[in-house]
């Protein structure tokens, strides 16, 4: 197995809360990677630390053998357009768009013209059961509808990490499924990287490792094999 992001000893403090404290973590490419852990003990300052979007206040993040952490704001920006997807607990549709336009951001912002970025997006539709949907605004869409779209937006760039974070919270657990089963499936398909955080253990379920953030105060990420 190829690491492809490998965080080391990672610490952040927000004010006077320390978030991570020396957070080590390895991701191996084409792996499915579940955060598990309590609320508040980091998971999310974790997941947005491997990405760029947070920077720590020590340790070292490395992506595909780059130390991204210490880059500077506008290399990381490009890297995270480039070469990573994201998924949100509340799919964060852009309500003034279409389901179509909201899917085909990701390529429009790196470069793609108009009609070449929804060619694209289309055919995302049928693949997540979401034909007829092209045309309507994130107010007319259901939960899982929407949580779909943001998932084929979070995609649609072939993304080599795909990074989602509580992607299936504001679901109910027969929603959280299908979102789930497309959400891997389609990752599997396309050699996709995905790290996701989660607390319900039947979304963790779906990954192929899982590492247990335990406190914010804490110093060990634990990782354990749950499937061979
Ligand atoms: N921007 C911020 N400003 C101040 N404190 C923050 C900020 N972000 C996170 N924290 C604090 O850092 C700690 C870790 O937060 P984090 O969101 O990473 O936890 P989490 O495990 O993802 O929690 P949850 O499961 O509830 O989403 C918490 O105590 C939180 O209150």
Redesign the pocket.
Known sequence: MTVLIEARDLALT??E?P?LRGASLTVDAGEVLAIM?P????????LHCLAGILTPDSGEVHFNGRRIDTMNEARRSELRRRTFGFVFQFGQLVPELTAEENVALPLLFGGTSRAGALAQARPWFARLGLDGMQRRRSGELSGGQAQRIALARGLVARPQVLFADEPTGALDSLTGEQVMELLVGTAREQGTTVIL?T?EPRVAAYADREAV?RD?RASTFAAERIAP
Do not use: I, P, R
Not at 39 to 46: A, E, H, I, P, V
């Open positions: 927000f004010g809360t978030a852990g609320s508040g003990s980091g998971k999310s300052t974790l955080v607390h953030v914010g």
